[in-house]
């Protein structure tokens, strides 16, 4: 490593010791949280994995620098929290909103200048911001509280954020290799780094003082000044509190004084009668709380006859999510606009129509992936998926994994098409591969013989 990278580290390091002392919020440091090995580890993390990603954007500078430091403070934010929950008897689902109020703010912070800044930069700050929603695992308060356990958080949280890092590795992987040293910074700063902290302090959860304690205390807000988060009752037929809202909101990126939804009975699709809504099946919510309707028809995400997933009509929604799926299971995207689908388990096929801008995450299909009629379409398989259909599409990245490699790709009308494999030759690095949209036609023998058209260049 030389001189200049280890300055630039040192500096990094010293910025974040000077904003730990900013964001504390007269939350002191007291001895006891000092010598607390989790603590102690927490500032080990802080100072040489994030460490790591702010030398990076230190060289880039810009955008990049400024969301960074949004995610410097996120993560200092959320060790006040954990010095926090040694002191205070854990939350009730009311009051946890309260409790995580100055994370999420920070969330929101970073969320606003990815959202509302054209920037050349625009895919580091997706990447950084949603990131952050990783963050979300110390507010776990058990079983019940709306989201998985902290481990399977981080991971969760982290592959929506690496579809945007990975487009920062495909477009400067030969033009400039700060900005890949900034996007495998920032994936392992969550993956292995802070899943392997949670896995080794806290795998169950953030530890509360005991109830009884003498200096047991209820979650208070921070001196701080910080913003309430109430769910206004307004635009919501039955409000939810928690974790689940706190994560429905971070995920979003939206004002948190939006509604969130609870299923109820007569809104589930069997027993709906204007189909409309988002909503899950056998009653359980789905984490993609703000819905974003299209002029030619309501937004849904539902399962219909407990074996078709529709997700239609959404526009600008990120955040789409489908958990309880399987392989009995379809799922058919229509007529979406500038969307993230993500779908956590592995389905029967999935069929993506008339999309614009649309990037769609899955675990794995049993028969086919189909891209028609869309376009700007990228599709990132992390499992196997047999045969990938693209019809009438024009441009389309597919990324596709060590298991998915023997997957056949058929193409009809279609161009710009790009297929991305990891690289046998480095670590992390994606391999481009252009897949041919031009043909020659020759006849010969009695009969025409078709092949694609090479170029090459000088």
Same mark, same amino acid.
């Given at each position: 490593m030389g001189e200049a990278l280890i300055g630039r580290l040192e500096a990094a390091v010293s910025r974040l010791e000077a904003l730990s002392g900013g964001v504390r919020g007269g939350?002191?440091?007291?001895?006891?949280?000092?010598?607390?090995?989790?603590?102690?580890?927490?500032?080990?993390?802080?100072?040489?994995?994030?460490?790591?990603?702010?030398?990076?954007?230190?060289?880039?500078?810009?955008?990049?620098?400024?969301?960074?430091?949004?995610?410097?403070?996120?993560?200092?934010?959320?060790?006040?929290?954990?010095?926090?929950?040694?002191?205070?008897?854990?939350?009730?689902?009311?009051?946890?909103?309260?409790?995580?109020?100055?994370?999420?703010?920070?969330i929101l912070e970073a969320n606003a200048l990815a959202e509302g800044t054209r920037s050349i930069y625009a895919n580091h700050l997706k990447a950084a911001a949603g990131s952050l929603a990783a963050l979300a695992w110390i507010g776990y308060t058990g079983k019940g509280c709306g989201m998985p356990l902290p481990i399977a958080h981080v991971e969760e949280s982290w592959q929506m954020a690496e579809f945007y890092s990975n487009k920062v590795l495909v477009e400067y992987k030969n033009k400039d290799p700060d900005h890949v040293e900034w996007a495998k910074a920032l994936k392992e700063l969550y993956v292995p780094n802070l899943r392997d902290y949670v896995k080794r302090y806290y795998p169950l959860g953030p530890v509360w003082q005991p109830p009884g304690s003498a200096t047991n205390k209820a979650p208070s807000?921070?001196?701080?000044?910080?913003?309430?988060?109430?769910?206004?009752?307004?635009?919501?037929?039955?409000?939810?509190?928690?974790?689940?809202?706190?994560?429905?909101?971070?995920?979003?990126?939206?004002?948190?004084?939006q509604g969130l939804r609870k299923v109820t009975d007569d809104m589930k699709s069997k027993n709906r009668t204007d189909k409309t809504g988002v909503v899950a099946a /056998?009653?359980? !919510? &789905?984490?993609?709380?703000?819905?974003? #309707? =299209?002029?030619?028809?309501?937004?849904?995400?539902?399962?219909?006859?407990?074996?078709?997933?529709?997700?239609?009509?959404?526009?600008?929604?990120?955040?789409?999510?489908?958990?309880?799926?399987?392989t009995k299971q379809s799922v058919y995207v229509y007529g979406c606009k500038d969307c993230v689908l993500q779908v956590k388990g592995k389905v029967n096929n999935i069929t993506i129509d008339k999309c614009t801008k649309v990037g769609v995450l899955f675990k794995g299909v049993v028969a086919a992936c189909e891209i028609v009629n869309c376009n700007s379409a990228e599709v990132q398989c992390e499992?196997?998926?047999?045969?990938?259909?693209?019809?009438?599409?024009?441009?389309?990245?597919?990324?596709?994994?060590? /298991?998915?490699? !023997? &997957?056949?790709?058929?193409?009809?009308? #279609? =161009?710009?098409?790009?297929?991305?494999?990891?690289?046998?030759?480095?670590?992390?690095?994606?391999?481009?591969?252009?897949?041919?949209?031009?043909?020659?036609h020759a006849f010969k023998d009695g009969q025409f013989t078709t092949s694609p058209v090479s170029h090459s260049g000088a």
């Open positions: 939350l002191p440091d007291t001895t006891a949280s000092a010598q607390d090995p989790a603590i102690v580890a927490f500032d080990d993390l802080v100072a040489s994995a994030l460490g790591r990603v702010s030398a990076a954007a230190g060289k880039i500078g810009a955008d990049v620098a400024e969301v960074t430091g949004l995610v410097e403070k996120a993560f200092l934010v959320g060790k006040n929290l954990l010095v926090r929950t040694n002191q205070t008897q854990k939350p009730t689902m009311e009051s946890v909103t309260t409790f995580m109020g100055p994370l999420n703010e920070t807000v921070p001196s701080a000044p910080s913003t309430s988060l109430s769910i206004s009752s307004a635009s919501s037929s039955q409000p939810k509190s928690g974790m689940s809202a706190v994560f429905a909101e971070i995920s979003s990126g939206k004002p948190v004084t /056998e009653g359980k !919510e &789905t984490r993609n709380a703000h819905s974003f #309707s =299209s002029t030619k028809g309501p937004a849904k995400l539902e399962l219909q006859m407990g074996r078709k997933w529709v997700v239609e009509h959404h526009v600008g929604n990120k955040s789409l999510i489908i958990e309880d799926c399987d499992g196997s998926v047999p045969t990938i259909s693209i019809d009438n599409t024009s441009g389309c990245q597919l990324y596709l994994s060590k /298991e998915s490699l !023997e &997957t056949s790709i058929t193409t009809a009308k #279609s =161009s710009e098409i790009n297929a991305l494999v990891p690289d046998a030759n480095t670590d992390g690095d994606w391999a481009e591969h252009s897949l041919p949209q031009q043909y020659i």
